[in-house]
């Protein structure tokens, strides 16, 4: 799936590769599986973020959402994703499919929340995600989200998704 020998310059990470278009836009029982998985927790993740008090007036208003996008990433050692905001999906997400060792102490290959990609007077991270192999994680498309460098020689593969409001 991963032909590339080098990250794409339009993308976000570093010492890795990106699958080119929509995966699921692959014929594959895997992959429509896949994104069987993924609508099916979306919808649960919706339910969940449509109960809190949001600050964007039309968060809360969307009936359902799609993973309507996905496409799978191969970091490498000191591999990492810069800050960035998904800006045409709903709801964002990455499933960790496997990893390397990562150093706790270190918080290696960690999932940051809340950091732009600009110079801010003071760390605005607000949440840190663990990596562990299975793990799905969903967010609004909004929030900044980056990771953190990791230094072990195997690889780590993820799918992310962003889904669109229906």
């Given amino acids: 799936m991963h032909q590339s020998l080098q990250a794409p310059l339009e993308q976000t990470l570093h010492h890795g590769t990106q ?4 995966l699921f836009a692959r014929q594959h029982p ?12 979306g919808a649960q993740a919706h339910q969940q973020f449509s109960r809190l008090p949001s600050p964007y007036a039309d968060f809360n208003k969307v009936s359902q959402c799609r993973a309507e996008h996905a496409w799978s990433v191969n970091l490498q050692s000191g591999g990492y994703h810069n800050n960035h905001i998904h800006p045409m999906g709903w709801l964002s997400s990455v499933c960790y499919i496997q990893l390397p060792q990562l150093n706790d102490e270190q918080q290696e290959g960690y999932l940051n929340f809340g950091q732009p990609n600009f110079q801010v007077q003071q760390n605005t991270v ?4 663990k990596p562990e192999a299975g793990k799905l994680v969903i967010f609004p498309s909004f929030f900044w ?4 460098p990791f230094s072990d020689n195997q690889p780590r593969l993820t799918v992310a998704c962003d889904f669109t409001k229906d």
């Fill in 19 to 22: 699958t080119g278009g929509n």
């Fill in 126 to 129: 607000f949440a840190k995600v």
């Fill in 145 to 148: 989200h980056g990771t953190t």
């Fill in 30 to 41: 895997l992959i429509e599986h896949l994104q069987q998985q993924f609508n099916w927790h």
